[in-house]
């Protein structure tokens, strides 16, 4: 027998809202860990983001938040489940919409790449060849489609980021 509408519902907002939790709490590391920006010691590179960089960055995400945000409306009539939870789920989605768009502070080191709060081993990670225009695209080695990891920030910052990944990454190479 299938559980009722409810629990499910229970247990998706939980989710839910532990993923927006988790995600936020990695965005107030940033400050921390990404204390200036600019030019770092050992060649290293700080920049930071605006929103609109963010929307540029984001903007798959945020298509998939905005129908994750109206499909609810549809089922829930039929499935009985309580208001109550969609609301609680749209809440949800919007908190994590507006920590998609707060300005990002990214920085390379010759061992780290840290983007969102987050920081990656260059050697976990790849760059493509090919590179959309307003922002730097990395793969995060072994995850497949959820891998691609897009930097943000404006056209000057990205071209000297995108040297310094390309010294890291493609040592032989240059651009």
Known sequence: MLPGAEPVAIAMVLI????????????????????QIGHL???GFAWKSERN?????QWANLGSMAAMMV????FASFSNTPIIYVLLWDLLLGLHIISLLVPKRYA?????LFADGQRYEWGRLVLPKR??????MLLRKGWGPFGP??????RGDLDIAAEKIIE????????
Do not use: C, Y
């Open 108 to 112: 390379i080191t010759s061992t780290h």
């Open 53 to 57: 960089h963010e929307m540029f960055r």
């Open 168 to 175: 890291i990454l493609h040592p032989d190479q240059e651009e």
């Open 16 to 35: 839910l809202g532990v993923i927006v939790a988790w995600d936020a709490w990695w965005l107030t590391r940033q400050r921390r860990d990404i204390p």
């Open 149 to 154: 990891l897009p930097l943000g920030g404006d």
């Open 71 to 74: 499909l609810p409306w549809g």
């Open 41 to 43: 010691p050992n060649d």
């Open 131 to 136: 590179q959309p225009k307003h922002r730097i």
